[in-house]
């Protein structure tokens, strides 16, 4: 029996490693693009895409190279070559989503494009380290098929515990940022192994781009939470972004929280303890006591900093709340850095909201706030559906009122998706109001809109002796406009296809 020898199964310990990498890198490559560009399904297609292409075009490379010049060094330079280009990433990603972001063109082609400059360079040399080990290892033609299916093996098996380690481990405990470190130096470190490290004028100025990359990083974190209290969080579902700022309007001390280029998805003020909202469509969800007066028990679908919920407990000291958020951190970091408190009248429930909506009781709410909204970058589409509107008519009692707020336009290109959620939710309740959050904004620009969406086939006076509540009565949209976009349904809900041509001239929404 021959003796165990490291260095004889250093080409299989070496493309096991890489298919992990790559995965990593594919998987990291999401939350690396998620604060300029979202988490779209075309963030994904497009990483998948070019890294699939990039991959492929390293294999070809590979294995004409490997029939050309079969040298160890060759493939210890390829590796180490793909940690320089990881950290060219590292140092430049910033700086080129910037501009990416700011180009006048649709979201489909800003991801592509993202994922072309950051990500497929390293990926070619990723690709072509299995063809060429092949070679390597490949000792008689006898011995041909046995050594490509072996490697090939064990670097899809690689890929398979990189994409679990990705997703179970290193996202939610390491980050994207130092997962990118992880990956760059597992790179220099494997091309060591295989080659004892000479130092070379390359190789220097790779490991200085590298140094760089780390130390940049690592200063800016350390500026932005030193001067704006800022976090930068990696969950299970999102990328978050907590900062401080101030209010434009007002000029209070707000924090704020994103996981999206352009928008708020939750505000409080810093200058007092109040549940005081500091975003103005929440605002609209009180009127809930003015089209359901007798309400006891709601539901909100969409938690993320809870601004909406503190305050409701706080108005209606004897009514309840369910509130369902996807993704457990987040609720963590609204009890750390938003004010939840633990509340025997507030249920929270982690589970996607339309699972919820299909198990949840029949006739058991007064009111069902939907704020899963607040994005054009990430909308969770199985909400926007017709089935997804009936299971919440089917939830509401039979005076029951629906009140979503959504981002877009009623006029205009922009204006799709809001209109196809319109003709989406008339097909269900018979009466439907909406409002317009800012009144001076043009109704092509994206904004806030409020739908209110009732049960009830009664006339509703829509005036209130109330101050606050007839102020926001007023704000009704009564202009007509055409309905022509389509249902949204299970099996076709376009609404990243439509948000795409919002996308391509923001305008920021009323936060």
Request: with cysteine; net charge positive.
């Amino acid at each position: 029996m021959s003796k165990f020898s490291f260095k004889n199964y250093i080409l299989e310990l070496t493309v096991f490693l890489c298919g992990g990498l790559v995965m990593i890198y594919e998987i990291i490559g999401s939350r690396i693009l998620a604060p300029y560009i979202g988490t779209s399904t075309y963030t994904w297609i497009s990483l998948i895409g070019v890294i699939l292409g990039a991959l492929s075009l390293g294999y070809w490379l590979g294995g004409k190279w490997a029939d050309k010049k079969p040298d160890i060094k060759i493939l210890a330079s390829a590796i180490f070559l793909a940690g320089g280009l990881v950290s060219v990433t590292i140092l430049f990603k910033d700086a080129i989503l910037m501009m990416i972001a700011e180009l006048q063109i649709g979201l489909e082609i800003k991801s592509l494009i993202a994922a072309l400059f950051l990500f497929a360079p390293a990926s070619v040399f990723l690709g072509f380290v299995t063809p060429y080990a092949v070679k390597l290892k490949t000792k008689t033609l006898d011995e041909t098929g046995k050594t490509v299916g072996r490697l090939y093996a064990l670097s899809t098996i690689g890929s398979i515990l990189g994409t679990f380690s990705a997703g179970f481990l290193l996202i939610p405990f390491v980050g994207s940022t130092h997962t990118l470190y992880f990956i760059a130096g597992s790179l220099f470190v494997i091309s060591i192994l295989l080659i004892p490290f000479s130092a070379s004028r390359f190789k220097i100025v790779i490991l200085i781009v590298f140094s760089l990359g780390i130390g940049l990083n690592e200063f800016q974190t350390y500026y932005l939470r030193t001067q704006h209290n800022f976090h930068d969080i990696d969950t299970e579902y999102s990328r978050v972004q907590i900062f401080d700022t101030t209010d434009e309007k007002n000029g209070r001390p707000k924090r704020v929280m994103k996981i999206d280029p352009y928008y708020f998805q939750s505000a409080m003020y810093l200058d007092n303890d109040s549940t005081e909202l500091a975003s103005e469509y929440l605002k609209f969800y009180h009127l809930v006591r003015h089209f359901k007066p007798d309400f006891q028990k709601t539901l909100m679908i969409g938690g993320a900093g809870y601004s909406f919920p503190k305050d409701y407990l706080k108005t209606y000291p004897k009514a309840e709340m369910d509130v369902v958020e996807i993704d457990p951190q987040m609720t963590k970091i609204a009890k750390k850095h938003f004010r939840l408190k633990e509340n025997p009248r507030l249920n929270i429930f982690h589970q996607d909201g339309r699972v919820f909506l299909n198990q949840a009781p029949s006739k058991k709410y007064d009111a069902v706030f939907i704020d899963a909204f607040t994005t054009l970058f990430s909308i969770p589409f199985q909400l926007t559906t017709i089935e997804a509107v009936q299971q919440i008519n089917r939830t509401l009692k039979d005076d029951g009122i629906a009140i979503l707020n959504i981002g877009g336009a009623i006029k205009g290109k922009k204006s799709k998706f809001l209109k196809s959620e319109i003709k989406t939710y008339q097909q269900v309740f018979p009466k439907i109001f909406i409002f317009k959050v800012d009144l001076e904004k043009d109704e092509k620009e994206i904004q806030n809109w409020i739908i209110i969406a009732s049960k009830d086939k009664n006339l509703v006076n829509l005036e209130s002796s109330e101050t606050e509540l007839g102020k926001l009565l007023k704000q009704i949209y009564k202009r007509n406009f055409s309905l022509e976009t389509q249902i949204l349904t299970d099996n076709i809900s376009p609404v990243e296809y439509y948000n795409s041509f919002a996308q391509r001239n923001y305008s920021t929404l009323s936060k």
